[in-house]
């Protein structure tokens, strides 16, 4: 079992940053994932690390705005979302899997991100 919370969602106008964290508890992943659900819309992948930190991969959406990091000492796992825009406003989830090649099966609580105009 993987605990994950998400926070450092919030308000914030087009062009400015947010930090997101997620406190990852329990079994060690070997894979976080942040996700997104815009408003009216699908769930979809923003970007993903291994646990390592060796191999990540972001959404082309958010490529060069959004870095995805690992703190090599902490069980933390962060998003930083730079230029942001209103197609950015969305809740944010944390995700985590055990393997590599599986799917995610653990889930955050969500953080709301409002970019406004």
């Known amino acids: 079992q993987v605990h994950l919370v998400e926070s450092g969602g919030g308000l914030v106008q087009a062009g400015g940053s947010l930090r997101l964290s997620c406190a990852a508890s329990?079994?060690?992943?070997?894979?976080m994932g942040w996700f997104r659900r815009p408003p009216g819309k699908q769930r979809e992948f923003v970007a993903a690390i291994t646990w390592n930190g060796g191999y990540i991969v972001y959404a082309d959406s958010v490529k060069g705005r959004f870095t995805i990091s690992k703190d090599k000492d902490k069980d933390l796992v962060d998003l930083q979302m730079n230029s942001l825009t209103p197609e950015d406003t969305a809740v944010y989830y944390c995700?985590?899997?055990?393997?590599?090649?599986?799917?995610?099966?653990?889930w955050g609580q969500g953080t709301q991100v409002t970019v406004s105009s």
């Open positions: 329990g079994r060690t992943p070997s894979g």
């Open positions: 995700a985590a899997k055990l393997v590599v090649s599986g799917a995610y099966d653990y």
